[in-house]
């Protein structure tokens, strides 16, 4: 149980276009998902909190108009990197937490993004 | 502000050389300490989940164990298997979310 999927897993562009990557709790329902990104050798840098049905939370530094969340469902949060750049390129992870359960945060397997 | 330090950064360690890990922590009103793990180029698997001093979880070889500072992570007779980075996370309350704030990781690497 508390399987998360993120799609795709690797993802290569051009500088100045879009990506959308998906996060789905596969097997439980989460009201709450969570975005990180992680730079090599460096650990988790928290991005957003994802909230069903409401706007996402973004911490300080992180552009909202660059980085669009979206959770339109209990099983699905997608972040959309808009106008990408060489700099954006790292590695983005999602996390899910049960509806109504402990603080606990099972993550997906990330996706690599690089943008040329 | 809450803040996780893991100590050491590396470690490497013989198969079958026990060892344990450090993650010390400040915060206000502790909901919980998590220990994931993470294989390069994956996302964190989750491990255990503590929440009040004295508390003890065991899976396999690893046990984890609380206190109100600090929190260890026990390998016994560690195997290549084991080698990953070790993250340590703290929940606290952020609005009405319930996020994590992770300490930097212990690279541990068990050599055969």
């Known amino acids: 149980g508390a399987v998360v999927s993120q799609h795709p897993s690797r993802v290569i562009c051009k500088s100045g276009t879009s990506v959308k990557i998906e996060c789905r709790s596969l097997d439980f329902q989460a009201t709450t998902m969570f975005w990180y990104r992680q730079f090599p050798k460096q650990s988790l840098m928290l991005m957003a909190t994802?909230?069903?049905?409401?706007?996402?939370?973004?911490e300080q530094g992180v552009e909202k108009d660059k980085f669009l969340i979206n959770h339109a469902s209990l099983t699905l949060s997608t972040l959309t990197v808009t106008s990408a750049h060489p700099e954006d390129s790292s590695f983005y992870i999602c996390s899910a937490s049960f509806t109504g359960g402990t603080d606990t945060q099972y993550f997906g397997p990330g996706t690599r993004l690089t943008v040329l | 502000e809450d803040q996780v330090t893991q100590s050491p950064e590396a470690l490497r360690l013989q198969e079958g050389e026990s060892s344990s890990l450090n993650c010390s922590y400040t915060?206000?009103?502790?909901?919980?300490l998590f220990w994931y793990r993470q294989d390069p180029g994956k996302g964190p698997e989750f491990l255990f989940t503590l929440y009040s001093a004295g508390e003890e979880k065991e899976k396999e070889r690893l046990k984890a164990t609380l206190t109100k500072k600090e929190s260890f992570l026990h390998i016994t007779a560690p195997k290549p298997e084991d080698s990953a980075t070790y993250l340590c996370a703290v929940s606290h309350l952020s609005g009405s979310a319930r996020q994590l704030t992770f300490g930097s990781g212990t690279q541990l690497t068990v050599l055969p």
């Open positions: 994802s909230n069903e049905g409401s706007k996402a939370t973004y």
């Open positions: 915060v206000s009103g502790l909901r919980g």
